[in-house]
């Protein structure tokens, strides 16, 4: 296996680890965790339709029975899942980045991110982009890019969790809203280091892992990593952490995916947030009535509060259910 190793990721029990191709060869390989053995064992090579030729690396990434593939100097994202005991290419994401030199990539749940460095608007200027794609059922759709670093080198790498990503550079993109957004970099310490030098880049939390690899005539050792924090989140730009307003009781989370209620758009008098207002949600709104009282500004009651909202839920709200029941 020539170049076996040129990139490799994890996920619970299961790795992939890349190769550099040769004639007919996968370009990664699937392995996991035996208890029985106490190793990993191989479970399957990955070799995508449309083949990418010999000689090529791939950067990837896994997230539970799902592998992304990256081929070096290709503008394709090919997508593999294991059904039942075998390994099938899923989907193949096309960029159309005719630069492109090599894409860093990302899965999480239904999501995949690819950063990529591209020519810049201006003579040797560059340009880093970060591109997404959501998956609806079997179908990927492809979201707006998003604009990064102003400046970047050619071989980038990315990592998510959960609605926060960071890329070379220290660049954090965060998904506000169900759109990714650029937050600008990282502080970073001062490293002797030029930025088209090596490095990696992992998040988890809040924190950030920064492995850097400095140029011997630096002075510095050879290899260092730090440990860095990304800014908490402030979707409703109230200059206090979304973290606080949900603790102390400022901002309510109906739905508990940890984002102030106000920075999304919940649908009217769906309680148990199933998207259908249905026969359990009027149960839950018989318990919210509370016909020309307000009730109080911490509950979850302000769902059924809609016809207009008035901080009570009477007659015109219940009215209001009724029709969304009975339908158009």
């Given at each position: 296996r020539h170049g076996f190793g040129w990139a490799i990721a994890a996920h619970g029990d299961?790795?992939?680890?890349?190769?550099?191709?040769?004639?007919?060869?996968?370009?990664?390989?699937?392995?996991?965790?035996?208890?029985?053995?106490?190793?990993?064992?191989?479970?399957?090579?990955?070799?995508p339709a449309n083949d990418p030729g010999v000689g090529v690396g791939s950067n990837i990434d896994v997230w539970g029975d799902w592998v992304v593939l990256a081929p070096r100097y290709r503008d394709r994202i090919h997508v593999f899942r294991r059904e039942g005991s075998l390994w099938l290419e899923q989907a193949e994401l096309a960029l159309d980045s005719p630069w492109l030199f090599e894409l860093a990539v990302a899965i999480q749940d239904d999501l995949i991110l690819a950063l990529e460095c591209r020519p810049g608007q201006f003579i040797l200027s560059t340009e880093q982009v970060l591109h997404s794609f959501r998956r609806e059922g079997r179908e990927w759709i492809r979201e707006p890019e998003v604009l990064g670093a102003t400046y970047c080198s050619q071989a980038q790498t990315i990592d998510l969790h959960g609605d926060v990503a960071v890329g070379s550079g220290g660049q954090i993109f965060r998904r506000v809203n169900g759109a990714w957004v650029s937050e600008g970099r990282l502080s970073l310490p001062p490293v002797n280091?030029?930025?088209?030098?090596?490095?990696?880049w992992s998040i988890s939390g809040r924190h950030v892992a920064w492995g850097v690899s400095t140029p011997p005539f630096s002075g510095e050792a050879a290899r260092s990593a730090y440990v860095l924090q990304v800014a908490p989140s402030d979707c409703n730009d109230n200059g206090r952490p979304d973290e606080c307003d949900l603790n102390e009781g400022t901002s309510l989370d109906c739905n508990g995916n940890a984002i102030p209620d106000e920075c999304e758009q919940l649908m009217p008098f769906d309680s148990d947030f199933d998207g259908a207002a249905d026969l359990r949600d009027f149960a839950s709104m018989q318990n919210c009535f509370t016909g020309e009282k307000e009730f109080s500004g911490s509950s979850c009651c302000v769902l059924f509060d809609a016809a207009p909202p008035d901080g009570r839920v009477n007659a015109g709200d219940y009215s209001a259910f009724r029709k969304v029941l009975e339908g158009p």
């Open positions: 299961r790795a992939v680890v890349s190769a550099i191709t040769r004639e007919g060869s996968p370009l990664a390989y699937v392995f996991s965790w035996s208890d029985n053995d106490g190793y990993f064992r191989e479970e399957a090579g990955l070799k280091s030029p930025q088209s030098f090596p490095s990696a």
